[in-house]
């Protein structure tokens, strides 16, 4: 199986087609619904934002409490549609990818193609088998948010669906 | 007699076992699906989904990262005797449950103003008062991914059989593969509006295979069981034939002039655990 390793270019993304299943590895950064609304409101007031989104991919997810001496706890994907709102405006600024679950609305299917970024579809409901997936965890933004705070990780082979590929192609 | 912390005892040990361990039934289910399945993506999916059940199971870890709102139904014997506030009690319970056992806090204290609680209470508690003297409690945690896809159809009482079974599988279709198939759903039939919806959602906490109460309904969810399986829709949307792991059916009487079904999808990480005082 192909192995996608991030942070990436948007010309390493070109290759992979809607309907093929890949590993993601590297280093990604997270966020989901409140992560969301305050990065797009941050834009909308035209300030600088608190993580730095150009050819990075992002998980939307928001992990279990952590256990003593764990890296993470629990951390499946969160629907990906909650978010379709706000992709549009996140992919303007440079982000490659998106990591989630399900159907994507058709604004959010035309702004991957336009900006020729890539979303994956990972294990909905695998949240104890991605975990030992996660190498390193840290929160880069937004602690306040507890477990929808921002975070970088470092992942080693979370399987995924190519479910929106750079042409626009959805599964 | 029954005491406060016995009730919040067991919640707590129920709250935490039914996230880290999946029922049996589910398991089966889902090992039964692994081995039938013939799209190979789908195969892939379903083989990691049994491994992922079996890493929380050993490492006490949750199934899924969203445990959920609490959802409990505690049925009260008549002649239980209860001494204290036993709502309390489960909200107690709940709360180091989810403390204790690293669980996700979910809940928020106002839809509208939207402040976590830190200790996922309150939970959403169904009382129900049964012949007996005994205490049943059973924690179902509802991830809102699949809640959120939850339908109520208010048909006409003139409605067809096939209206019926349309409006059941048009809310499997609504939630495509955004809700984490493959689906158990939980159907109610009858009632009011309130009624059918509850229905639906308790039809959860019953096996994999119970279908109905009586041969008429457990003829109807076997169709729907087939008739979702063949959407094509497949373990997270990656097509093939395992959209649904089953079909349960409950129903109740209803008024004249009208015929409501509820349908409650639950994702693949079907949680609940029961234990009775």
């Given at each position: 199986?192909?192995?996608v390793?991030?942070?990436?270019?948007?010309e390493?993304?070109?290759s992979?087609?809607?309907?093929?299943?890949?590993?993601?590895?590297?280093?990604?950064?997270?966020?989901?619904?409140?992560?969301?609304?305050?990065?797009?409101e941050?834009?909308?007031?035209?300030?600088?934002?608190?993580?730095?989104?150009?050819?990075?991919?992002?998980?939307?997810?928001?992990?279990?409490?952590?256990?003593?001496?764990?890296?993470?706890?629990?951390?499946?994907?969160?629907?990906?549609?909650?978010?379709?709102?706000?992709?549009?405006?996140?992919l303007?600024?440079?982000?490659?990818?998106?990591?989630?679950?399900?159907?994507?609305?058709?604004?959010?299917?035309?702004?991957?193609?336009?900006?020729?970024?890539v979303?994956?579809?990972?294990?909905?409901?695998?949240?104890?088998?991605?975990?030992?997936?996660?190498?390193?965890?840290?929160?880069?933004?937004?602690?306040?948010?507890?477990?929808?705070?921002?975070?970088?990780?470092?992942?080693?082979?979370?399987?995924?669906?190519?479910?929106?590929?750079?042409r626009?192609?959805?599964? | 007699?029954?005491?406060?912390?016995?009730?919040?005892?067991?919640?707590?040990?129920?709250?935490?076992?039914?996230?880290?361990?999946?029922?049996?039934?589910?398991?089966?289910?889902?090992?039964?699906?692994?081995?039938?399945?013939?799209?190979?993506n789908?195969?892939?999916?379903?083989?990691?989904?049994?491994?992922?059940?079996?890493?929380?199971?050993?490492?006490?870890?949750?199934?899924?990262?969203?445990?959920?709102?609490?959802?409990?139904?505690?049925?009260?014997?008549?002649?239980?005797?209860?001494?204290?506030?036993?709502?309390?009690?489960?909200?107690?319970?709940?709360?180091?449950?989810?403390?204790?056992?690293?669980?996700?806090?979910s809940?928020?204290?106002?839809?509208l103003?939207?402040?976590?609680?830190?200790?996922?209470?309150?939970?959403?508690?169904?009382?129900?008062?049964?012949?007996?003297?005994?205490?049943?409690?059973t924690?179902?945690?509802?991830?809102?991914?699949?809640?959120?896809?939850?339908?109520?159809?208010?048909?006409?009482?003139?409605?067809?059989?096939?209206?019926?079974?349309?409006?059941?599988?048009?809310?499997?279709?609504?939630?495509?593969?955004?809700?984490?198939?493959?689906?158990m759903?939980?159907v109610?039939?009858?009632?009011?509006?309130?009624?059918?919806?509850?229905?639906a959602?308790?039809?959860?906490?019953?096996?994999?295979?119970?279908?109905?109460?009586?041969?008429?309904?457990?003829?109807?969810?076997?169709?729907?069981?087939?008739?979702?399986?063949?959407?094509?829709?497949?373990?997270?949307?990656a097509?093939?034939?395992?959209?649904?792991?089953?079909?349960?059916?409950?129903?109740?009487?209803?008024?004249?002039a009208?015929?409501?079904?509820?349908?409650?999808?639950?994702?693949?990480?079907?949680?609940?655990?029961?234990?009775?005082?």
């Amino acid at each position: 199986m192909k192995t996608v390793h991030f942070p990436t270019s948007k010309e390493e993304l070109k290759s992979l087609k809607a309907g093929e299943i890949v590993y993601l590895s590297g280093r990604i950064i997270t966020g989901r619904d409140q992560a969301h609304k305050r990065l797009t409101e941050t834009l909308k007031a035209g300030k600088k934002l608190p993580v730095e989104l150009k050819g990075q991919a992002i998980y939307y997810v928001g992990p279990t409490p952590c256990k003593k001496g764990e890296i993470i706890g629990a951390c499946g994907p969160t629907t990906s549609r909650r978010m379709d709102a706000f992709t549009p405006s996140l992919l303007k600024q440079g982000l490659t990818a998106m990591i989630g679950k399900g159907n994507r609305s058709e604004e959010v299917r035309i702004a991957i193609k336009k900006e020729k970024a890539v979303y994956f579809s990972t294990l909905g409901g695998a949240a104890a088998y991605l975990k030992k997936r996660v190498l390193a965890a840290k929160i880069i933004a937004y602690k306040d948010l507890g477990p929808e705070a921002v975070y970088e990780l470092e992942i080693k082979e979370f399987p995924a669906i190519v479910w929106i590929d750079s042409r626009g192609k959805s599964l | 007699m029954i005491t406060e912390k016995q009730i919040a005892e067991t919640v707590k040990k129920l709250c935490i076992k039914a996230n880290t361990i999946l029922r049996p039934d589910v398991k089966k289910a889902l090992c039964k699906a692994c081995a039938f399945e013939k799209n190979k993506n789908a195969r892939f999916i379903l083989g990691a989904l049994v491994e992922n059940y079996k890493i929380a199971e050993k490492e006490s870890t949750p199934i899924c990262q969203d445990t959920g709102i609490t959802v409990v139904f505690a049925e009260i014997g008549q002649q239980a005797k209860i001494k204290g506030d036993i709502g309390k009690s489960i909200n107690n319970g709940v709360a180091a449950g989810y403390e204790e056992g690293f669980l996700r806090k979910s809940v928020v204290n106002d839809p509208l103003s939207r402040k976590n609680t830190n200790t996922n209470t309150p939970a959403v508690i169904y009382y129900d008062f049964v012949p007996g003297k005994k205490v049943k409690l059973t924690i179902l945690p509802k991830g809102f991914g699949s809640e959120n896809k939850s339908k109520l159809y208010m048909l006409n009482p003139t409605a067809s059989m096939e209206e019926v079974k349309k409006s059941v599988i048009n809310a499997i279709k609504e939630a495509g593969p955004d809700a984490c198939p493959p689906y158990m759903l939980g159907v109610g039939i009858g009632g009011d509006a309130g009624k059918a919806t509850f229905l639906a959602k308790k039809a959860l906490t019953y096996k994999i295979g119970f279908w109905g109460e009586s041969a008429n309904y457990k003829t109807l969810a076997k169709e729907l069981y087939k008739r979702g399986n063949r959407l094509n829709i497949g373990p997270l949307g990656a097509r093939g034939k395992t959209t649904l792991l089953g079909v349960n059916i409950l129903s109740f009487p209803t008024h004249i002039a009208g015929l409501p079904v509820a349908v409650n999808i639950s994702c693949h990480v079907l949680r609940s655990a029961s234990a009775t005082l």
